[in-house]
């Protein structure tokens, strides 16, 4: 068992040692443990070693800055240059936080970046603030159209926060069956896979989590998963850009680690104040009828990023420390 502060200086270094700057180095780190500190291993350290991969090849820029493409008030698109996901989706979270303020609402969006982890990360940003927030974000194209025979949708993840009391609501999910990290998760550590998960290269139905990564993934509840899916693939692909699912090289396929990703998020957010009087205490009347009838609030026993405390347990797999400590042999970082 290690401690959230260890991983995350741990990580940090080896992004440092990649040519990331101190700053950005530092802050994917901490989304990256805070997913292990989660639970959510398929999104966590698991994955710091094909970013590393990716950075090494130049598929992911490490000098890269987020570069203003337009402004039209409540509506912001900057261009990721290629940069890691994970500070970038950040830093637009913040943004939309800060100009909503002002205009009540914001839509902040990143095009031309990488992946960015778990996606519920980013709604913390707003809800801090007291504000509401959507995220969404595109990645390689892994699941089917209802009725197709290949893949041309990512897992079209989404993400949402709603301030309530005593903890707010935040919801995150993928739009397949299943998150694409936990297939490489359950490859990791030899695990098969559930029935109903994944389909095979030629759509064939699979419980091998190998060929499940090489195949595509079932859409979430059938034809509705896949309705979704469209609707966050448009919202990301189709309005931020550059690329469509089906034209992002896939992370997971090491002869595309020099391709940029064109990976697209984008953030939504809104001050509850800006629609009347009440708002705050329909949020939490809602959370109240939940928690009355017996249901469980999404996301309400996930700790906050601010109490992942240095001390605080984090366990990972060993096939994950051997990723890393292979990392450390070849970048030099103790």
Known sequence: MSTAGDLRGLAGRLLEAAGVPEGRAARTAGILVLADAWGIASHGLMRLPHYLERLAAGGC????????VSDAGAVLVHDGNAGLGHWQLWDAAELARDRCASTGIAAVAVRNSSHCGALGSYVYPALDAGLATVVFSNGPAAMPPWGGDRAV??????????????RPVVIDLATSAVARGKIAWHAQQDRPLPEGWAFDSAGAPTTDP???????LAPLGGG???????????????????????????????????????????????????FGDGAGDRLAALTGHVDDAGGRIPGAARARPAEIHDDTAVDLAPATWDGLRAWTERLGVR
């Open 224 to 274: 509705k998963g896949y309705a979704l899916a469209m609707l966050v693939e448009g919202l990301t692909g189709g309005l931020v850009g550059p690329l469509l699912s089906a034209d992002v090289p896939d992370m997971f396929d090491r002869a595309d680690d020099a391709k940029p990703q064109g990976i697209s998020h984008l953030v939504i957010t809104l001050r509850p104040d800006a």
């Open 153 to 166: 949708l990512s897992t079209s993840p989404l993400a949402a926060g709603l301030p309530s009391t005593p």
């Open 61 to 68: 820029r490490a000098d890269a800055d987020l570069t203003p």
């Open 210 to 216: 190998h060929a499940a990564l090489r195949g595509m």
